[in-house]
């Protein structure tokens, strides 16, 4: 099996994940866990690119002598997380997490 396959069976073991979708800059999928009939993934790596590209500029703007690592994006519904690479992004989806109920 190969690393990114390791790595993607890693993630998808995580509860809360839904979807795991890889795609290059330009947004043309690589891999995707998201099926081919859900449009889900193809809206993820159609728009998540284009945010990332321009969080790496702000970044840079600055400070030049720095880079963007990782971009986390947390909304009502999901949590948006994206690793960024020369060629390629890794983008997850998380969904939320269950809060523990405290003993009353």
Same mark, same amino acid.
């Given at each position: 099996?190969?690393? =990114? /396959? /390791?790595?993607i069976?890693?993630?998808k073991t995580h509860k809360s994940? &839904? +979807? =795991?979708? =890889?795609?290059?800059?330009? +947004? &043309?999928?690589i891999r995707s866990t998201y099926g081919t009939e859900s449009k889900e993934g193809e809206n993820i790596a159609r728009t998540i690119p284009t945010l990332a590209a321009k969080a790496k500029s702000t970044v840079r703007d600055l400070d030049s002598n720095n880079e963007l690592t990782f971009l986390r994006i947390k909304s009502k519904n999901n949590e948006i997380m994206v690793a960024p690479d020369k060629e390629f992004l890794l983008i997850v989806v998380q969904g939320p997490k269950e809060e523990k109920k405290e003993d009353e």
């Open positions: 099996m190969s690393d =990114i /396959e /390791e790595t069976n890693r993630i994940v &839904q +979807g =795991i979708v =890889i795609c290059n800059n330009d +947004g &043309q999928i």
